[in-house]
């Protein structure tokens, strides 16, 4: 599976944003698609995610962000609003090919990883 991630920018803090992640390959197999970031000097995070048992977020984007998939395009989208500095980072989508029907938040359970797109929110 190929990820492509793309729909970064530079927005206004209070702005909105949406990425999109278009997978390719043997797209059969991705059973949950997620969101991860990482800003500089931390480690990467979970984000959202989207699986068979429905949606997943961490509490920092729990009503700000929406994460959805369209499976006929095999595209992963994640739309941003009430963006804030905190939000800045690099965003990377992801595929657990496992069948396991939650979204988990560990890193480690992702087997594929798009290059990233980089969100700057200004203050």
């Known amino acids: 599976v190929q990820l492509q991630a793309s729909g970064g920018g530079l927005i206004q803090a209070g702005g909105s944003l949406t990425l999109s992640c278009a997978a390719s390959g043997r797209t059969g197999s991705m059973y949950t698609m997620a969101w991860f970031r990482q800003a500089p000097g931390k480690e990467r995070e979970f984000v959202a995610g989207?699986?068979?048992?429905?949606?997943r977020y961490t509490d920092s984007v729990k009503g700000r962000f929406t994460v959805s998939r369209d499976n006929a395009k095999n595209t992963l989208y994640l739309q941003m609003n009430s963006l804030e500095p905190e939000d800045t980072a690099v965003y990377y989508c992801?595929?657990?090919?496992?069948?396991?029907?939650?979204?988990?938040?560990?890193?480690?359970?992702?087997?594929?990883w798009g290059q990233g797109t980089l969100v700057t929110v200004s203050s």
């Open positions: 992801a595929v657990d090919r496992s069948p396991y029907p939650y979204v988990r938040e560990s890193r480690r359970t992702y087997d594929y």
């Open positions: 989207i699986g068979r048992s429905g949606t």
